[in-house]
């Protein structure tokens, strides 16, 4: 069926464009596009199917005299399996293909580059790890896999860009991620596809996909600013987070040099693993993640520490390599 | 067909019916497809009560030692004892003694749900006011795991307080039977509405039997 | 079909005492306990809601034809759709078929007095009147900006519309449904004519069976959620809000919960009103009519086992995401089976093409197209792509509306001359079936491309290359709008002017085909006794 | 009468009448078993708690319902509507968990990815 449709779209695509698609310009667009194809396939063979055999019908056999009765069919059984059977093989294949491509597609590669993102009533504030931050836009490199690390302030938004084929869902009190690798350069769409409240239609964007030498220069140009790993080195030491965690095994809070993307025990007794998640969790209600061997003697920084705030003090800890010293000593 | 559809029309019988038999098995299975709503509409606090204990246990736990053992103890021996008294209420409508029989039973589960009402309200309800326990209401709560116990404190509350309407509802069709039953509207033939209001009964003391154990012993006590 | 049929007389309707004019007065309708009285009292107010909740549909495809917005502010513009979305869901869809054609036929259908239970089958009107009420008055006096799907912590703290008045009504209004579903299963459990056995039922009451079910073991869930809901926004004791451990998942889980299941509500009974039809002007027994009833009861258990389909990209856990997804899939076979059976029955059939046969050709084509577009968004991957835009808008309208609306208006035409004794202008209903159907499809066909091209929903202002598609849109619900209103004018009219009407215009099968239209209070003089199968309509004598 | 079917039975016991001597044992057992579930709350049993006082409340419900609620003398289509009520609940709470408690796993194992990689082109050649 594919083999059908698929050049006709592709011909319509050279010719200036095609009205019925959208661009696709990331790796995985391509293979969510040819389901889509094949679903298109199904749905217009059975839609044409069902209705030919019903116009069918409908004309050889339209009531000739008035008081005619139909002609008692006998159901057979085999009838029935066949069609019970086949939309269940269809349904099968469908599964297995469109799980497929969501399980690979659910896992960013290793080597990508992180954009953390925050959504807010109604816009979207971006940073970049160099620094740089966007509002409603987001400059990307072409041909480098990049994951977004996004969390709400305060409703459900969702992070839809539709040129990429990836949409996620962007919570309060959470961190969701995307990830997609641009294959096009260009300028596409960012949508927020989660209903937000009055101007949730203006909680919109544009993605610029550019080629590494113009991102370099976009990242290099305007102004001067830290890395997010310096500011939160800042807000460290502002918080005084550093006289606890003062990286010694005398300090009064666990060291957190080399911590990020290890097993670590928590209280109860439950290993997790130290990344984005806990590390919020941390800050916001300590307790809930303690760890033994410490007094439980930190305060909460909730309401005092925005989201933003957190994700820089993130991208600080994660930037701690295990033989490095807290705050310089 | 029966022959008694449009002759002469027993106690308590509707016209829609052939006959009491179907009468009395609509009328229950009615009631019965009702409880299974009433599973379901608790169902969906009991799921969510689930999903968060299992999410925020320490803060459960800590929440449920804000209550009392002993009332809640209590309390179930109480509901437990009015079913029983229910269930005699509708035996000897069932056997056909004397109404005063009837509604001595009546009355006595109507004091036991009252006292459940009672017992809740004084030693649990108003104690868990003055300590400032009711979140959104009266809340000073400050000891360790403040956000989960004050979520557990909600569920506490709108479980027990959906049970407890419940149980006013049922206190309610309680005066109604005792209302009914003095007026000689009962008999060993037609005793249903008794019957049916006993299904809700012991419905709602089946959530109570849940409740206890689910909100105030989490975790034990030891 | 039965051997106690009492003797037919071909007098006009006036002469004879029926259930419409065996007592007059507003209080002989408003205290009824007669289920064909309650059922129109129910077909007065979902008319009411539907023209209410078409007239936000009209605003909002008017405002739609500019890129930035024809009409209104957003915020307008929110709450039309949030308006249109309570106000069809709850208050017309849900109750149309089975509170309108489901009171009224299940009695006369089984061979029945009345319903088991008629003074909790007016005590549910009377709750569905407050709770729509409540939700008028709140919808209209401020209105409310949730959309219907009331998604925490948006509605729980942000809104600052009228969302506690409108989860009420809605909360309220979940009663009604339940008192509903509760008294049809227990009638058709308990209230069947002798020799009516289960599979002598005509489909139609299987299908109902099937919603009560639902209506039952779904809707208690949506009254705990909004209560909960409710609670949050009064006293924000923060169960759905994560800054203190919530989960705004939860409250979408609960509310898929039923939310799901209650898409079922709307389509079940109008696929039992298909088969009604298929083989009423085919004159001919359903083909496989066990696949039919049972594909009504598995579609009815399947559709609350799939709800997760609504969170694939909400952040719900990949694992979850797998097993809804299957089971998603496994609903598509009963509606499959269900389409392929109304086809063969056409099969050698006598086709007559009467209105309520349009509508239920167009039906069997339109849900074909909805159900498959359902498998897009079955199928993980491009659910990804397509969630949350227009493409999910076309599903489901092709659905409710080509799906629930068309089959509820085929059956109303159908029964329009038992219910009301009088037959209506054909030709009219005819060009009416016709220019609904073409507005229908201009109005959503459209949708298709605009959400596989990436134009989210409940967006008041959109980017402007999606401005042809959403002017097509809004020319076919003109269309539409139309389409609806001719059988508004010529229903009303037939009811005074229409010609009086024969027991059996179509030549039809079933029991309620056998008494005198409209039907006397009592339904049967003598209860009738079955003796053969449903749709036997090769007994001859139409 | 009307009912046909599988309903005939019903009529036969709609009027059971229950020993009191049967209704008292149910009591006692039922006191006893609150007494049991409170008594093992003081007790350390780790995470068997939670398991003993919901067997135990378990337990209590049939005895309830079987005997209390007449169930036990009841028809098949009680017994079936009961435990669809149950069942439901069961669906509920067993989906819901599906999603809140497995959030936390690992987002996707490594080694569905490889599989993933080998299904896709299998299943895309096919088209």
């Known amino acids: 069926m594919m083999a059908f449709l698929q050049p006709g779209f592709e011909l319509l695509a050279t010719m200036g464009g095609n009205p019925f698609q959208p661009p696709s310009a990331s790796t995985i667009s391509s293979s969510v596009d040819q389901l889509y194809y094949l679903l298109s396939g199904i749905t217009i063979f059975f839609t044409v199917l069902i209705f030919s055999i019903i116009f069918y019908f409908m004309i050889k056999y339209r009531r000739k005299t008035p008081n005619e009765s139909g002609t008692e069919t006998h159901t057979p059984m085999s009838l029935e399996l066949t069609w019970t059977i086949i939309p269940s093989l269809i349904c099968v294949v469908l599964f297995v293909w469109s799980s497929a491509l969501y399980v690979r597609n659910g896992r960013p590669p290793a080597s990508s580059t992180e954009i953390f993102v925050i959504g807010k009533q109604w816009m979207w504030h971006l940073q970049h790890p160099e620094g740089p931050r966007e509002i409603n836009e987001l400059h990307v490199p072409v041909g480098v896999p990049v994951k977004l690390t996004m969390t709400s302030q305060d409703v459900i938004h969702d992070f839809y860009i539709p040129a990429f084929r990836v949409k996620k869902d962007v919570l309060p009190g959470r961190y969701s991620s995307i990830w997609f690798q641009p294959t096009e350069t260009g300028t596409f769409h960012l949508f927020c596809a989660q209903y937000c409240g009055t101007n949730h239609s203006e909680m919109v964007g544009w993605v610029y996909v550019m080629s590494p030498t113009d991102y370099a220069a976009w990242l290099a140009g305007g102004e001067k600013t830290e890395s997010m790993a310096q500011q939160g080195e800042r807000l460290f030491s502002q918080f005084g987070c550093g006289s606890c965690h003062s990286g010694d095994a005398a300090g009064r809070g666990p060291s957190l040099a080399g911590i990020y993307g290890k097993p670590e025990k928590t209280q109860n007794g439950e290993t997790k693993v130290v990344d984005e998640a806990l590390i919020r969790q941390a800050i916001l209600n300590p307790n809930s993640v303690h760890m033994p061997g410490y007094q439980e003697i930190m305060p909460t920084y909730a309401g005092q520490i925005d989201e933003e705030q957190i994700l820089q003090l993130v991208a600080y800890v994660k930037s701690l390599g295990a033989e490095e010293r807290i705050n310089g000593k | 067909m029966s022959e008694l559809a449009h002759g002469a029309h027993p106690q308590g019988f509707a016209h829609q019916f052939e006959d009491m038999d179907q009468q009395r098995d609509a009328g229950r299975l009615g009631m019965w497809v009702f409880l299974v709503t009433e599973i379901l509409f608790f169902g969906g606090m009991f799921t969510a009560y689930t999903i968060y204990r299992a999410l925020h246990l320490p803060a459960f736990v800590q929440g449920s030692h804000q209550l009392?053992?002993?009332?809640?103890?209590?309390?179930?021996?109480?509901?437990?004892?009015?079913?029983?008294?229910?269930?005699?209420?509708?035996?000897?409508?069932?056997?056909?003694?004397?109404?005063?029989?009837?509604?001595?039973?009546?009355?006595?589960?109507?004091?036991?749900?009252?006292?459940?009402?009672?017992?809740?309200?004084?030693?649990?309800?108003?104690?868990?006011?003055?300590?400032?326990?009711?979140?959104?209401?009266?809340?000073?709560?400050?000891?360790?795991?403040?956000?989960?116990?004050?979520?557990?404190?909600?569920?506490?509350?709108?479980?027990?307080?959906?049970?407890?309407?419940?149980?006013?509802?049922?206190?309610?069709?309680?005066?109604?039977?005792?209302?009914?039953?003095?007026?000689?509207?009962?008999?060993?033939?037609?005793?249903?509405?008794?019957?049916?209001?006993?299904?809700?009964?012991?419905?709602?003391?089946?959530?109570?039997i849940f409740l206890f154990p689910l909100l105030y012993l989490i975790g034990g006590r030891y | 079909m039965s051997t106690a049929i009492a003797e037919l007389q071909e007098s006009p309707a006036e002469s004879r005492v029926n259930y419409l004019n065996a007592t007059y007065g507003i209080k002989s309708w408003l205290l009824t306990l007669d289920h064909k009285r309650i059922g129109l009292l129910y077909l007065g107010s979902i008319t009411l809601?539907?023209?209410?909740?078409?007239?936000?549909?009209?605003?909002?495809?008017?405002?739609?034809?500019?890129?930035?917005?024809?009409?209104?502010?957003?915020?307008?513009?929110?709450?039309?759709?949030?308006?249109?979305?309570?106000?069809?869901?709850?208050?017309?869809?849900?109750?149309?078929?089975?509170?309108?054609?489901?009171?009224?036929?299940?009695?006369?259908?089984?061979?029945?007095?009345?319903?088991?239970?008629?003074?909790?089958?007016?005590?549910?009107?009377?709750?569905?009147?407050?709770?729509?009420?409540?939700?008028?008055?709140?919808?209209?006096?401020?209105?409310?900006?949730?959309?219907?799907?009331?998604?925490?912590?948006?509605?729980?703290?942000?809104?600052?519309?009228?969302?506690?008045?409108?989860?009420?009504?809605?909360?309220?209004?979940?009663?009604?449904?339940?008192?509903?579903?509760?008294?049809?299963?227990?009638?058709?459990?308990?209230?069947?004519?002798?020799?009516?056995?289960?599979?002598?039922?005509?489909?139609?009451?299987?299908?109902?069976?099937?919603?009560?079910?639902?209506?039952?073991?779904?809707?208690?869930?949506?009254?705990?959620?909004?209560?909960?809901?409710?609670?949050?926004?009064?006293?924000?004791?923060?169960?759905?809000?994560?800054?203190?451990?919530?989960?705004?998942?939860?409250?979408?889980?609960?509310?898929?919960?039923?939310?799901?299941?209650?898409?079922?509500?709307?389509?079940?009974?109008?696929?039992?009103?298909?088969?009604?039809?298929?083989?009423?002007?085919?004159?001919?027994?359903?083909?496989?009519?066990?696949?039919?009833?049972?594909?009504?009861?598995?579609?009815?258990?399947?559709?609350?086992?799939?709800?997760?389909?609504?969170?694939?990209?909400?952040?719900?856990?990949?694992?979850?995401?797998?097993?809804?997804?299957?089971?998603?899939?496994?609903?598509?076979?009963?509606?499959?089976?269900?389409?392929?059976?109304?086809?063969?029955?056409?099969?050698?059939?006598s086709i007559s093409y009467e209105a309520p046969m349009l509508y239920a050709l167009g039906f069997i084509g339109l849900f074909t197209i909805g159900g498959l577009t359902g498998l897009f968004l079955a199928a993980l991957a491009t659910d990804v792509h397509l969630n949350g835009t227009y493409f999910i808008v076309a599903h489901f309208h092709y659905v409710m509306v080509g799906g629930a609306v068309m089959a509820y208006m085929g059956g109303l035409h159908f029964w329009w001359p038992k219910i009301t004794g009088r037959l209506y202008p054909d030709m009219w209903a005819r060009i009416a079936a016709a220019i609904i159907f073409i507005g229908f499809n201009l109005t959503f066909f459209p949708q298709f491309v605009l959400g596989y091209l990436g134009m989210p929903r409940r967006y008041a202002i959109y980017p402007s290359e999606f401005q042809v598609l959403?002017?097509?849109?809004?020319?076919?619900?003109?269309?539409?709008?139309?389409?609806?209103?001719?059988?508004?004018?010529?229903?009303?009219?037939?009811?005074?002017?229409?010609?009086?009407?024969?027991?059996?215009?179509?030549?039809?099968?079933?029991?309620?085909?056998?008494?005198?239209?409209?039907?006397?209070?009592?339904?049967?003089?003598?209860?009738?006794?079955?003796?053969e199968d449903a749709y036997n309509y090769a007994s001859g004598a139409h | 009468m009307s009912d046909q079917g599988q309903q005939g039975g019903e009529h036969a016991v709609s009027g059971h009448v229950v020993p009191i001597s049967t209704y008292l044992t149910v009591f006692i057992l039922l006191m006893i078993g609150t007494g049991v579930t409170t008594w093992v709350a003081y007790i350390d049993l780790g995470r068997w708690n939670t398991v003993v006082a919901l067997t135990i409340a378990v337990c209590k419900m049939i005895l309830v319902v079987l005997f209390f609620m007449h169930v036990k003398y009841a028809t098949g289509l009680t017994r079936v509507v009961i435990l669809a009520g149950f069942f439901w609940l069961a669906i509920m709470i067993t989906l819901s968990c599906a999603d809140e408690l497995t959030r936390t796993w690992e987002i996707v194992p490594q080694s569905w990815l490889q599989q993933t990689n080998m299904i896709i082109p299998m299943i895309s050649r096919l088209f």
């Open chain 2, 68 to 208: 009392i053992v002993k009332f809640g103890a209590t309390n179930t021996a109480v509901l437990i004892f009015s079913s029983l008294t229910m269930a005699l209420a509708i035996r000897s409508a069932q056997t056909g003694r004397k109404k005063g029989t009837i509604i001595f039973w009546l009355i006595l589960t109507w004091l036991l749900g009252a006292a459940f009402i009672g017992i809740k309200l004084r030693f649990e309800w108003y104690r868990d006011y003055l300590e400032g326990l009711i979140p959104g209401v009266q809340w000073f709560y400050n000891g360790p795991h403040a956000p989960g116990v004050k979520m557990f404190m909600c569920f506490y509350f709108f479980m027990t307080g959906l049970h407890a309407i419940h149980m006013v509802v049922g206190l309610g069709i309680l005066t109604v039977l005792v209302i009914m039953t003095a007026r000689n509207k009962f008999s060993a033939e037609y005793y249903q509405p008794l019957e049916i209001s006993g299904l809700y009964w012991h419905f709602v003391d089946i959530v109570w």
């Open chain 3, 49 to 349: 809601m539907f023209f209410v909740g078409g007239m936000a549909a009209v605003l909002m495809r008017l405002h739609l034809t500019e890129p930035q917005g024809a009409l209104f502010e957003p915020e307008t513009y929110n709450k039309l759709f949030s308006t249109h979305g309570i106000i069809m869901v709850f208050f017309f869809l849900v109750p149309s078929i089975p509170a309108t054609l489901g009171n009224f036929l299940i009695p006369l259908m089984i061979g029945a007095r009345d319903v088991a239970f008629p003074r909790l089958n007016l005590m549910s009107w009377y709750i569905f009147i407050t709770g729509a009420a409540l939700a008028l008055y709140a919808t209209l006096s401020g209105g409310v900006d949730t959309g219907w799907t009331f998604y925490p912590p948006y509605s729980a703290a942000f809104s600052h519309t009228n969302v506690v008045a409108v989860a009420l009504g809605v909360f309220v209004a979940g009663f009604s449904s339940i008192l509903t579903g509760l008294n049809f299963i227990v009638t058709i459990h308990k209230m069947r004519a002798p020799g009516m056995t289960w599979f002598r039922l005509p489909l139609f009451i299987w299908a109902l069976y099937a919603t009560s079910l639902i209506f039952v073991l779904g809707t208690p869930v949506i009254a705990i959620t909004l209560f909960l809901l409710g609670m949050e926004r009064i006293l924000h004791v923060g169960i759905f809000d994560p800054a203190v451990g919530g989960d705004p998942l939860l409250f979408q889980h609960l509310f898929w919960f039923y939310s799901h299941p209650a898409v079922y509500i709307m389509i079940l009974p109008g696929m039992g009103v298909v088969s009604e039809l298929i083989t009423a002007f085919s004159r001919k027994k359903i083909f496989g009519y066990a696949f039919v009833a049972f594909s009504s009861l598995s579609i009815a258990i399947i559709s609350f086992i799939v709800w997760g389909h609504h969170m694939f990209v909400t952040g719900q856990s990949i694992y979850a995401g797998l097993v809804f997804s299957v089971l998603s899939f496994l609903v598509a076979i009963p509606s499959a089976v269900k389409v392929f059976n109304w086809t063969a029955t056409l099969y050698k059939g």
């Open chain 3, 470 to 531: 959403n002017v097509m849109s809004s020319a076919g619900a003109s269309i539409l709008g139309i389409g609806y209103v001719i059988p508004l004018i010529y229903l009303i009219w037939s009811m005074r002017y229409g010609k009086p009407a024969p027991p059996n215009p179509w030549g039809a099968k079933g029991l309620e085909w056998t008494i005198p239209s409209p039907p006397p209070t009592e339904n049967f003089e003598t209860i009738p006794v079955v003796t």
